[in-house]
């Protein structure tokens, strides 16, 4: 099933479609918290397209990329002069977006003091570039994203509580690949279907391939399927024999939409990681919840989750 630029039919997908709906209409500040590589920029500009503002720009802005000295210049922009080199005025991506969305990727990154002044921008709706006295009134939807945990990021000082609770009015969780049912098999076969498009090819999965493709754990969520199929497709004729990573061949705990699926003879240790893991990500990073329903001391999680 594809709904806009996204594709998935499991059960966390649709659930995935229906939030998205609901928020891409309304005026609201969305947080997505997910594993690297399961679609978060993508589903960034699902919310763009399907909302009022698709029309306008969607400005997607790593704040991991942008060196610590250059963020605010680059968020705000500069006024003419206002530093060595400064020849002219220059817009940042908050003018920039205007009108449309603003996407603030890896926002755990951001330097603390940046995070105070987007908390102020968010509060008032404006700003000054830098240099400038004058302020700015731009009308920009934001949305934000993390590949970690709120609550850790928060606990680590890297991520403001405030700026956390005025971003996360409504908090996406996106769930890893290997939590998405049979979903892997699905976007393996998108991908490819689009490989064959560009190529004019018509190459196809080997059974083979199939059943490893539902098999493997995907640490690397759906980027490391997309760069597998497309590796594959290089190097096959006509049927794609994928070359899996290891994980494959690991009889590891598979999470099916709330269900973990064991392979007999899996190691104790192994099952009750990816249990631990499993209802940690359930419970959205909420390690006291998590620990009260596994019947362990928040102690007893804490240690594990460290030799994770
Ligand atoms: N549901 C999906 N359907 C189709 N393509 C997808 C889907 N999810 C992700 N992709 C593709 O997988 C790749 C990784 O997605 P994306 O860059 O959005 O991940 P991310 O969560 O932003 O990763 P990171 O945390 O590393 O920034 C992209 O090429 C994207 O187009
Ligand atoms: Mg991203």
Not at 21 to 41: D, H, I, M, Y
Not at 173 to 199: C, I, K, M, S, T
């Amino acid at each position: 099933m594809r709904f806009g630029l996204l594709c998935g039919s499991s059960k966390a997908m649709l659930s995935l479609y229906q939030q998205i709906e609901r928020v891409a209409f309304t005026e609201a500040t969305v947080l997505l918290e997910g594993e690297s590589g399961t679609g978060k920029e993508l589903i960034a500009q699902s919310i763009h397209l399907s909302g009022r503002r698709s029309d306008k720009q969607f400005v997607a802005v790593n704040c991991g990329a942008i060196p610590a000295h250059l963020i605010e210049a680059a968020l705000f922009g500069h006024e003419k002069g206002s530093f060595t080199g400064a020849t002219r005025r220059q817009v940042g991506y908050f003018e920039y977006a205007s009108g449309g969305t603003l996407f603030l990727d890896e926002i755990t990154e951001m330097p603390s003091d940046m995070q105070v002044k987007l908390l102020r921008v968010l509060e008032c709706g404006n700003f000054f570039r830098v240099g400038g006295s004058e302020s700015v009134q731009v009308d920009v939807r934001l949305i934000a994203a993390t590949n970690r945990s709120l609550e850790d990021a928060v606990q680590a000082g890297s991520l403001r509580e405030d700026l956390m609770y005025r971003l996360a009015v409504f908090p996406i969780f996106v769930p890893p690949l290997r939590g998405r049912g049979n979903d892997a098999e699905l976007l393996a076969q998108h991908f490819l279907e689009g490989l064959n498009r560009e190529a004019a090819t018509s190459k196809r999965f080997s059974k083979q391939a199939l059943k490893q493709l539902r098999r493997h754990h995907w640490p690397g969520n759906v980027r490391e399927l997309k760069n597998l199929v497309h590796r594959a497709f290089i190097l096959s004729s006509d049927l794609l024999i994928p070359e899996m990573p290891p994980t494959s061949d690991k009889k590891i705990a598979m999470v099916a939409d709330g269900l973990l699926d064991f392979t007999i003879g899996t190691a104790l240790a192994d099952a009750q990681k990816e249990i631990i893991l499993a209802t940690l990500h359930h419970y959205r990073g909420n390690k006291r919840l998590t620990a009260e329903t596994l019947g362990i001391s928040l102690k007893t999680l804490y240690n594990r989750l460290k030799t994770y």
